[in-house]
């Protein structure tokens, strides 16, 4: 909480003095990360169950993601959807829902299953 604080704050600092590269910018990249890792790692302690499913699923929603946002983005147009918003939200449920459903349906088909775990049907040989 108070990392991202003090990010905000010297990102304003930074953004009014007009600072442009050298060790501050870096130092603020960096401020950023740890203020993110801190975020997430209390966000996990609250929301841990929720947490596992994702987690669980992190490979379906990273290679499928982009199939299901995609999609949703040419239907918002396509219906004169211009709210950023709305596209925003939709787009990221699509994103994590998509290949979920994708992913639990793929797992009640083994061959279908090869596509996102090749590893789990590939016998190695010594």
Do not use: Q
Not at 12 to 38: D, H, Q, R
């Amino acid at each position: 909480m108070i990392c991202g604080l003090l990010f905000m704050i010297l990102s304003v600092v930074v953004y009014k003095a007009e600072i442009s590269g050298g060790v501050i910018p870096f130092t603020m990249g960096l401020l950023a990360c740890v203020a993110v890792i801190l975020m997430v790692a209390g966000v996990e302690r609250r929301f841990g169950r929720g947490m596992d499913i994702l987690a669980k699923y992190t490979m379906p929603i990273f290679l499928m993601h982009t199939l299901f946002a995609a999609p949703m983005r040419s239907v918002l147009l396509k219906l004169d959807i211009g709210s950023s918003v709305i596209h925003v939200v939709l787009g990221l449920g699509i994103s994590f829902l998509g290949p979920i459903i994708a992913a639990w349906i793929m797992k009640k088909t083994k061959w279908l299953e090869f596509f996102l775990y090749p590893n789990k049907f590939m016998k190695i040989r010594n």
